[in-house]
């Protein structure tokens, strides 16, 4: 199964950008979708979180309020819109997949740049 992101790329500080993530092929049962980020030189940050059948969502300090995720179930789709952007938000996004089986089994994403700048 590959996981694959979409809608990285350039935004001015203040801009938006949307991103969408959605495996490869059907998955039995979906847990959850979490949304991660990587700057240059800095560990990975878990920003957004998503319980895939209650929709109940957590999001870092670092963007509460200005991202939001929400997934689309019939489509198994998560997204991460992004609004307020700023040049720390800079970073290869990451989308996670946390998949039902036996075991449970965790599905990465490629990475997708976002870039915050003037």
């Known amino acids: 199964v590959d996981v694959v992101e979409s809608g990285g790329g350039l935004a001015e500080p203040g801009g938006s950008l949307r991103l969408s993530c959605a495996a490869s092929?059907?998955?039995?049962?979906?847990?959850?979708y979490t949304w991660f980020r990587q700057a240059p030189g800095k560990e990975r940050e878990r920003i957004a979180h998503?319980?895939?059948?209650?929709?109940?969502?957590d999001y870092a300090a670092s963007v509460e309020g200005r991202f939001t995720i929400s997934r689309d179930n019939a489509k198994n789709m998560v997204y991460l819109q992004m609004t307020g952007l700023k040049p720390e938000d800079t970073a290869v996004y990451y989308c996670?997949?946390?998949?039902?089986?036996?075991?449970?089994?965790?599905?990465w994403g490629q990475g997708i740049q976002v870039t915050v700048s003037s």
């Open positions: 996670n997949i946390l998949a039902g089986g036996d075991p449970d089994r965790d599905y």
């Open positions: 998503i319980v895939w059948n209650s929709g109940r969502a």
């Open positions: 092929e059907r998955l039995r049962a979906i847990w959850t």
